[in-house]
């Protein structure tokens, strides 16, 4: 190679050299371009898988939020009866705790043999059953459950889901009813059939016997008046029973002298007539904030019911305390005194200690059962304290400001 030729050379490999350069560079440039879009990529999938995880998240809390606040009591188990879930209404209901009740057997945690052979019988017909059971805890009394097949996601059963709902009151409310329907229908039959039969004695033997007529008229007229008591009485107790009841009555202050003084001197006849005594002690200054009508009925019922159990030469006392929050009225009588056993349903409808007694006084048993829910349509509520040979005081207490809505019996 001539020394002319060598600066070609030279020339040449610097361009090859610098060819190669450009080239490593192009290719460096490429790959850092590919890592970046790469890096981009996973970023945006982590960014996307990372909202994904926050989506299901807050789905899950909403679906545990909406679960915890059913009153429905949810019981999730597992194939072999392992509590897998339960929401606060189970753990109310059940009186578990989800906390220590959580993967262990259902037979563990609950001794409930009804509440067992439910399950049992639902898993045997395949996760599907509808029954009431008696489960006797702090929260219930009765339970409708419901069971459906706990299924996975793939759609095979992997346990079983229970419904727990509390009907307690409503099957209470059934059988007082029920109760109800019966008692009124047997206090019907005696007048309606004391006047039908007498209507017929009538119709047969003429009116030859003007005494014995009007003697079977007498009757005939108690029969009906006694029916006419007793269907005003269901009334108003059906009328105070109704929700919302408080919202069609018209409260007002009501001071309790006026209040009392024409209900006294109303029945004074009848008590003067067995030489009973009222004797009313009521501060000028009690006034309450109610029903006139309904607190002078049930300040009449009180009376009356006194009188007609006192015995004669004796003294019905009417006492009105006050205190910071409530007023009590309290009806003293000198009676013979009710036992104890017959205290706790006193204010129930048609209970009567003495039945021929009340009957043959005209009394419907409606009366206290009357006095009890006008005191509730107030926010109020009754009490009675009494032993034999002692007297009784029955006592209505009233809340200086009424609730804003009647709780429902």
Request: glycine fraction near 6%.
């Amino acid at each position: 190679m001539t020394l002319a030729a060598v600066p070609s050379v030279l020339i040449w490999l610097l361009g090859a050299v610098l060819s190669l350069g450009a080239g490593a560079a192009m290719a460096w440039t490429i790959a850092a371009r590919s890592r970046r879009r790469v890096e981009a990529a996973r970023a945006e999938q982590i960014a996307a898988l990372e909202a994904r995880i926050r989506s299901l998240d807050a789905q899950h809390a909403s679906q545990q939020l909406v679960l915890q606040s059913m009153t429905t009591g949810i019981l999730a188990l597992d194939v072999q009866q392992h509590v897998v879930s339960l929401n606060a209404a189970a753990e109310r209901l059940f009186g578990l705790s989800s906390a220590t009740a959580r993967g262990r057997l259902l037979q563990e945690v609950l001794r409930s043999p009804e509440l067992h052979r439910f399950v049992n019988d639902a898993i045997a017909t395949g996760g599907t059953a509808r029954r009431e059971i008696t489960f006797d805890s702090a929260a219930a009394g009765i339970l409708h459950l419901a069971a459906e097949p706990l299924l996975d996601a793939d759609g095979a059963p992997a346990g079983l889901l229970i419904a727990a709902d509390d009907v307690t009151a409503e099957r209470r409310l059934e059988a007082m009813r029920s109760d109800f329907a019966a008692n009124v229908s047997h206090e019907l039959r005696t007048p309606i059939t004391n006047i039908k039969g007498y209507v017929e004695t009538l119709l047969e033997v003429g009116w030859e016997d003007p005494a014995r007529a009007k003697q079977f008229l007498g009757v005939v007229l108690d029969n009906a008046q006694r029916l006419a008591h007793l269907v005003e009485d269901i009334l108003a107790l059906s009328s105070l029973e109704q929700r919302h009841a408080q919202e069609r009555l018209q409260f007002e202050p009501v001071p309790l002298s006026s209040l009392l003084e024409p209900v006294i001197d109303e029945i004074r006849s009848s008590a003067e007539a067995r030489g009973i005594v009222i004797e009313a002690h009521v501060p000028d200054d009690a006034i309450v904030l109610g029903s006139r009508s309904l607190l002078g009925q049930a300040m009449a019922n009180l009376l009356q019911n006194a009188i007609q159990y006192s015995g004669p030469r004796t003294r019905v006392r009417v006492d009105v305390t006050r205190e910071s929050d409530s007023t009590t009225i309290a009806v003293r009588d000198e009676g013979p005194g009710i036992a104890e056993k017959h205290l706790p349903r006193l204010f129930e409808r048609f209970y009567r200690v003495d039945q021929a007694r009340s009957r043959e006084a005209g009394g419907t048993g409606l009366g206290l059962a009357i006095v009890k829910h006008i005191a509730m349509v107030h926010g109020g509520r009754v009490s009675v304290e009494s032993r034999l040979g002692a007297g009784s005081v029955f006592r209505v207490h009233l809340p200086t400001t009424p609730p804003a809505e009647q709780p429902w019996i």
